[in-house]
Nanobody
Framework: QVQLVESGGGLVQAGGSLRLSCAASGRTFSIYAMAWFRQAPGKEREFVAAITRSGGNTYYADSVKGRFTISRDNAKNTMYLQMNSLKPEDTAVYYC?????????????????WGQGTQVTVSS
């Protein structure tokens, strides 16, 4: 098993930046593909970005492509989401997720392990 803890959320003005972190403990971090999802009030949870075990491949939702960057540091057991040019519609609770068998899936059901989430609020 792996335990995931997100951090780095907060309140930021539109156009600003935030960097989210997802710290993992438990089994070897590098065996897990990782992803970020988000859930806005009144909406379903949606895919944001994913990264393969080595970090060699990344995938993004169209809504964040070119603004967000997912990365990981396997030596530090941590995944990151650099968010630039933030918009009010990026406001949501952001969750990190992990799974041993997916190869960078955008599907929520493909991830077994989830963090508790961190709130990101973008003001206009």
């Amino acid at each position: 098993q792996v335990q995931l803890v997100e951090s780095g959320g907060g309140l930021v003005q539109a156009g600003g930046s935030l960097r989210l972190s997802c710290a993992a403990s438990g089994r070897t971090f590098s065996i897990y593909a990782m992803a970020w999802f988000r859930q806005a009030p009144g909406k379903e949870r949606e895919f944001v970005a994913a990264i393969t075990r080595s970090g060699g491949n990344t995938y993004y939702a169209d809504s964040v492509k070119g603004r967000f960057t997912i990365s990981r540091d396997n030596a530090k057991n941590t995944m990151y989401l650099q968010m630039n040019s933030l918009k009010p519609e990026d406001t949501a609770v952001y969750y990190c997720a992990a799974d041993r068998y997916t190869g960078g899936s955008h599907l929520e059901g493909d991830y077994v392990y989830w963090g508790q989430g961190t709130q990101v609020t973008v003001s206009s």
